[in-house]
């Protein structure tokens, strides 16, 4: 099985500081790994994802991502914080391979990011 | 806008009722999910259709059940409802049956048992 563990439920940062969201996964097979944000009172949007290829991924609204294999991690990060980033996120890993096993999302706990004026 | 629609926004109901939630995938979207949003246990994974066919389940309880239909919209039908029940449900689609497919997500339809 695989699973998600997202270190903070809350991380506060003054805008235009870095910000920085930690996520560790578990998994038996390669992961597949994704970044989701969630604004209040609405779903989930996509904001990055890691399939296969260059470990440095680059997402919407400036965030990007490292896969570290030899870490487990995949932490997100933005040079500058914005006032509008103020939302929760979700590092989620694929299950499964896909097909027969279908492709369910494991999500972490998630993280509420405060970003202070 | 995901493109994915979910009705109703809002439902409260007593326990021991039966509800039913509706989703409607993206255009083209064959694959459906169920994800179930509480406060005690987060974001967990309930149910996958695909092409009208149950492709995954996840931790859905015997109370709970899901179809798919021709023209690929879902339910999700919770019965004997408990307090324990209340949450966010949501539903997501995506395009196949890869890993990697981006699954888009509807508002969610929030469920209040009282």
């Known amino acids: 099985a695989q699973s998600v563990t997202q270190l903070g439920s809350h991380v506060s940062v003054s805008e235009g500081a870095l910000v920085l969201l930690r996520c560790n996964y578990s998994s038996s097979v390669p992961p597949y790994l994704f970044w989701y944000v969630q604004y209040p009172n609405q779903g989930l949007q996509l904001l990055l994802k890691?399939?296969?290829?260059?470990?440095l991924v680059k997402g919407i609204n400036g965030f990007e991502a490292e896969f570290k294999k030899s870490e487990t991690s995949f932490h997100l990060t933005k040079p500058s914080a914005h006032m509008s980033d103020a939302a929760e996120y979700f590092c989620?890993?694929?299950?499964?391979?896909?097909?027969?096993?279908?492709?369910?999302?494991?999500f972490g706990t998630g993280t509420r990011l405060a970003v202070r004026p | 806008d995901s493109g994915v629609t979910q009705t109703p926004k809002h439902l409260i109901t007593a326990t021991g009722q039966r509800v039913t939630l509706r989703c409607s995938p993206r255009?083209?979207?064959?694959?459906v999910y169920w994800y179930q949003q509480s406060l005690d246990q987060g974001l967990q994974f309930l149910i996958q259709y695909y092409n009208g066919e149950e492709r995954a389940k996840g931790n859905i309880l015997e109370r709970f059940s899901a179809q798919q239909f021709p023209d690929l919209h879902s339910e999700l039908n919770l019965s004997s409802l408990e307090l324990g029940d209340s949450a966010l449900y949501f539903c997501a689609s995506s395009g196949g049956l890869a890993v990697y497919n981006e699954q888009f997500f509807g508002p969610g339809t929030r469920l209040t048992v009282l």
């Open positions: 890691y399939t296969t290829g260059a470990t």
């Open positions: 989620a890993v694929s299950d499964g391979v896909g097909g027969s096993s279908g492709d369910k999302l494991t």
């Open positions: 255009s083209g979207d064959l694959s």
